[in-house]
């Protein structure tokens, strides 16, 4: 009899063995069952402005408790998160233990207005995510799952009941580039994108602009008019400034001019809310009115230096409602 499991998690698929792990190392086949290693176990904690997930209009200045495990099912060559996510919980100097419960206590504690699930993966860790939010949603708590969006649209529409808000990233409109740099693809990804819109999760998008990589104007065009398209045009999409790490020391930063090119590109293809971040101190961190031009939010860094908009999220100039979740 064969105690082989499927993982129908994520769109890989992975068929383990009895006593293996997953393609993310941490989904393993325990005595015939599925389980995720790191339930309870996260390696990661810390409390942020909501500001640095990037999610810029949704509940602005307030803080998010920060959760990760170890693992993930994407393998990028410039991950941020590499000593995090391309390990299993067994590798992990700092490995806490607080079961679901025991996180909305602290989020509570620290005076935190949501939980984010970010760092690596949360799709990996979904079974701690999920049991964590709908305790969370219990106790006002917001739930934000900051993520690649690799992951099976059944699954993910369970998860969307207790999600709130989400960033993902689209790392670059082109499948290629997917296969190449993250090891995993494109499609499913844009299915996640409009699953969160099919089920009223608020949404944003990162794109992190990597020279040579992923810089093409045209495919940044096109991206913005996917997203025009598909998610709305009051999607805001983060261009996110590229450094040199993990496997990609290579490439230089992202130049600020490719940046701004970029910006411009989306804005023309018709999104409003277009920022650039990791990069201090530029005007495209700033929420500005797309009907006449103000200044409704000034950020810097991850601070709100300045909010203008009215308390029902209107420009207090023109009164053009902004779309976000404001209160
Ligand atoms: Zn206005």
Known sequence: MSLEVTCELCPRGCVIPEGGAGDCRIRVNLDGRLRATTYGRPSAVH????????????????????IATAGCNLHCLNCQNWSLSQRDGTE????????????VAAALQEECQSIAYTYSDPVVFYEYTYDTSVLARDAGLANLLITAGYINRKPLRRLCQVIDATNTDLKAFDDGFYRRVTTATLKPVLD????????????????????????????????????????????PLHFSRFRPMYRMRNLPPTPEETLDRARKEAMD?????????????????????????????????????????????????????IPGVWQ
Not at 49 to 66: D, G, N, Q, V, W
Not at 92 to 103: F, G, H, I, S, T
């Open 47 to 66: 409390i942020d402005p909501i500001e640095k997930k990037p999610l810029y209009h949704f509940r602005p200045s307030t803080m998010a408790f920060s």
């Open 92 to 103: 992990m100097e700092r490995l806490y233990k607080a079961e679901p419960a025991d996180v």
């Open 269 to 321: 293809a018709g999104l409003h809310f277009v920022y650039i971040g990791n990069l201090m101190g530029h005007p495209g961190s700033n929420t500005y009115c797309p009907r006449d031009g103000s200044l409704l939010i000034a950020r810097t860094g991850f601070r709100v230096t300045e909010n203008r908009l009215t308390t029902d999220g209107r420009c207090p100039q023109c009164n053009e409602k």
């Open 192 to 235: 996640a994108l409009v699953t969160f819109r099919e089920e009223g999760v608020w949404v944003e998008v990162t794109n992190l602009v990597i020279p040579t990589l992923n810089d093409d104007l045209a495919m940044i065009r096109s991206m913005a008019k996917w997203i025009r398209d598909e998610l709305g045009e009051g999607t």
